[in-house]
């Protein structure tokens, strides 16, 4: 018996033994993988990671959001506090607001301090260059082959260069890749997972998406918890923190339903066009945001249930541990229904769901050793065209009427389809002061030039007005409502419109009728500047363009 029990103890040592080493063989096989592939190949892929978004965010200043960002910003900067009210438009003047992104303001009003419009571009290209820096690091964490990575950079990239522009939902996409890796970190470091705290509060005060961060922690942290080195109390403790921060900022518990109230409005999301369907913003399923974006979220969905078949009916329980991914296909998921509702999602659902298809796929066909240092190679093609076209044309953003690419292009300063000189000319030149009845996408050029000085009519913080004075606003410009647009005119000095935008004839018209009163003093393409004779300094009266009477 003792004997027996002698050789059973030995056989059973060298079974655990025999397992340990061939584990230990595995890991190695394993390792010397991931050791060739993260040589040159690696390098190269972290290469076009930082080049190919930079490239996509060098173009000239546009987006009508920034303007009031940095006016914004200026604002918190000259009063040293955070404003609860709406001290800039004419309709909102002295009406509560949520000011959520008020830190991203500060941050972009410094950097044009320091550094003008060049400044804004550099701090573009950076914040879109570490886009890339955090989805390499979510591959690498992932062990995802290099080949891999390059075949999907294409679509990727087309689908996110759209929302590569200077505005504080570019800092939290970054935040949203920051979590998701320290989340992955955390599991082989607990100590990364601390940093989660600062980054929530971070967040919190960036932009209002910082509830998505909350819920990945939470879900992480709390419910698939599995694979984590630390105790449950632990990650509790942390996830409890992470939540407490989003606290500090100026607003309080209010920021946790102001994004709801945002996102769900049924006017703005109808007037919008980042905020509408796919299916019903206008020309966009033509853009390459929209047939790249598609293609990565059938190719998710492919890979997912080929994944599920696969798995025998273990899918829930093979997620949920080694690459612990079940959370990320959720949040995926999730992403993609957003994206269906709203344009403006699919970046973040293309951010997801590439790392997700790419590890399911590599789960289920993973790339042998000889074709990880060979095929990067030949997949290296398809990023090298994607350079090669953003440098020489820019991003393809859409097709226009004539069924042709438009092309946003490369280069420094402002846009010059902004109305930056016909504002700056009324301010500067002519010293108009007052309110200007505008375009909403003028109203932030017009606070930021004037410094508030001038006041629009309608601007681009949408929380400001209710849904009825923008559809009322909207109506008047359009002619649809002559009382109100009366109002407006008695009160502006100043009229800034889009002679190119649905039914603006008829104000047209009548301002051109009302020469007594109105000096034209701006013609362009995209915008047209008329101000009130008597609101013009005497002494610059004589340079107006004359009356007809």
């Known amino acids: 018996m003792i004997g027996t029990r002698y050789f059973t103890t030995q056989n059973m040592k060298t079974a655990i033994m025999g397992v340990h080493k061939s584990a230990k063989g595995h890991a190695d096989r394993q390792d010397a993988i991931h050791e060739h592939d993260t040589a040159l190949p690696q390098w190269v892929s972290l290469f076009l990671a930082l080049l190919i978004p930079s490239l996509i965010a060098f173009h000239p200043l546009g987006n009508n959001d920034l303007p009031m960002h940095l006016a914004v910003g200026d604002w918190i900067l000259e009063n040293e506090s955070v404003p609860t009210i709406d001290p800039f438009s004419a309709n909102g003047h002295g009406e509560s607001w949520v000011a959520h992104e008020w830190l991203a303001a500060v941050i972009f009003k410094q950097t044009e301090l320091l550094g003008d419009a060049t400044g804004l571009i550099l701090i573009t290209m950076i914040f879109s260059a570490t886009l890339g820096v955090l989805l390499e690091l979510i591959y690498r964490s992932l062990q995802i082959p290099v080949f891999y990575r390059l075949l999907l950079a294409i679509p990727l990239w087309l689908t996110v260069g759209r929302r590569l522009m200077l505005r504080p939902h570019l800092l939290a996409l970054n935040c949203v890749l920051l979590v998701w890796y320290l989340t992955r970190r955390g599991r082989q470091n607990p100590m990364w997972l601390w940093l989660l705290i600062p980054v929530m509060c971070l967040w919190s005060n960036l932009h209002g998406s910082f509830l998505l961060g909350l819920a990945y922690i939470i879900g992480d942290l709390c419910l698939f918890h599995r694979g984590h080195l630390v105790s449950r109390k632990r990650l509790s403790v942390i996830a409890a923190t992470s939540c407490l921060v989003t606290l500090i900022n100026p607003h309080g518990w209010v920021l946790y339903t102001f994004p709801f109230k945002l996102a769900l409005d049924p006017t703005f999301t109808s007037q919008v ?99 990880r240092l060979r ?113 407006l005119l008695q009160i502006s000095n100043a009229v800034l419109i889009n002679p190119n935008k649905d039914r603006r004839n008829s104000l047209i018209q009548i301002l051109n009728e009302d020469n007594d009163k109105w000096a034209l003093i701006s013609v362009g393409t995209s915008a047209q500047l008329w101000v009130r004779r008597n609101a013009v300094p005497e002494r610059f009266r004589s340079s107006l363009p004359p009356t007809r009477g």
């Not at 402002?414 to 108009?432: G, M, R």
């Not at 309110?435 to 601007?459: A, H, K, N, W």
């Not at 004075?469 to 008047?476: G, N, P, Q, T």
């Open 273 to 371: 066009v980042e905020w509408m369907s796919p299916l019903k913003a206008p020309m966009f399923l033509q853009s390459a945001t929209a047939i790249s974006g598609i293609f990565l979220a059938l190719f998710f969905i492919t890979t997912l249930l080929i994944s599920i078949r696969k798995s025998k009916g273990h899918f829930f329980a093979k997620m949920n541990s080694g690459h612990a991914l079940f959370l990320p296909i959720l949040a995926t998921v999730i992403a993609l229904i957003l994206a269906s509702q709203q344009i403006r999602h699919f970046a973040l659902a293309a951010l997801l769901a590439t790392p997700v298809s790419l590890a399911l796929l590599n789960e289920t066909y993973p790339l042998k050793a000889t074709l």
């Open 375 to 487: 095929g990067w190679k030949w997949a290296l093609i398809g990023p090298l065209l994607l350079v090669l076209m953003l440098s020489m044309k820019g991003y393809p953003a859409h097709r226009n009427d004539q069924n042709e690419w438009m092309w946003r292009s490369s280069g420094t300063g402002w846009s010059a389809l902004t109305p930056l000189e016909p504002i700056s000319a009324l301010f500067d030149s002519w010293q108009v002061k007052g309110v200007v009845l505008c375009e909403y996408e003028f109203g932030g050029f017009i606070s930021y030039i004037s410094r508030g000085e001038c006041q629009p009519t309608m601007d681009s913080r949408n929380t400001v007005y209710t849904p009825g004075s923008f559809l009322d606003h909207e109506k008047a410009l359009r002619g649809d409502s002559p009382a109100t647009l009366n109002r």
